[in-house]
């Protein structure tokens, strides 16, 4: 009928083709990402460079700058994908998993559901964190990204305890004294200080998590 008509069917392949070229570029990225975590961790922040993660991801230094701009950006790239799990460019608090542990019936399921996706979330990611404190006062970008990293964990912090009911919480606490709790206990830090320092199991660490946090509320 198209035919009849005198309307020509507009062409698929470029539609196709400018797909698959953005999956290959996302497949590169994704190979420079992996490169750099496993360099970072195995050489040091300074001792790696933009052309050793380039040469082993198979890709030229230009396309990591052009994806990356620098090597601060690279490694901000890098803990993106370790907290997140994947290369999604969705935000921690609007990922499905975040938003069920916010459904929780009471406070027992939540405490349940949120120390087992902090372990999880920190033996991701707590590894290239924890070299970012390492590093971060040898440039200003870094020291901005730690910077930044902290201001997002307190938001996310202030997300979670301004989202339960007031009724869950012991009285005697504050707002800003819940939000600090979460904080504190929650971040990778806490984590890598018992874990990697003292030695702790991952199972030790989502019980003693468990217990500060159950404290918080009125039947803890």
């Not at 797909?19 to 994704?30: T, V």
């Not at 198979?58 to 994908?81: C, N, P, W």
């Amino acid at each position: 009928m198209e035919r009849e008509l005198g309307v020509s069917t507009p062409p698929r392949k470029r539609r196709y083709d400018n797909q698959g070229r953005a999956e290959e570029a996302r497949a590169r990225r994704r190979r420079v990402i992996e490169e750099a975590h496993r360099q970072f961790l195995a050489n040091g922040y300074a001792a790696t460079s933009i052309e050793s993660i380039a040469r082993a991801a198979g890709v030229s230094t230009q396309t990591v700058y052009a994806a990356f701009e620098s090597k601060a950006g690279l490694l901000a790239r890098v803990i993106d994908v370790a907290i997140g799990g994947d290369d999604e460019e969705v935000m921690v608090r609007e990922r499905p998993e975040f938003q069920a542990m916010l459904q929780a019936a009471d406070p027992d399921s939540l405490l349940r559901a949120a120390v087992a996706q902090a372990r999880r979330t920190h033996e991701r990611s707590g590894p290239i964190l924890h070299l970012l404190d390492t590093v971060a006062g040898t440039d200003p970008a870094l020291a901005q990204l730690a910077a930044d990293l902290r201001r997002q964990a307190r938001d996310e912090s202030t997300y979670i305890i301004s989202r339960l009911p007031d009724d869950w919480f012991r009285p005697e606490l504050s707002r800003d004294e819940r939000i600090a709790a979460v904080f504190l206990v929650g971040y990778h830090q806490a984590w890598w200080t018992l874990t990697q320092e003292l030695g702790w199991s991952g199972r030790r660490y989502e019980a003693f998590l468990m217990k500060v946090l159950r404290s918080l509320f009125k039947d803890g």
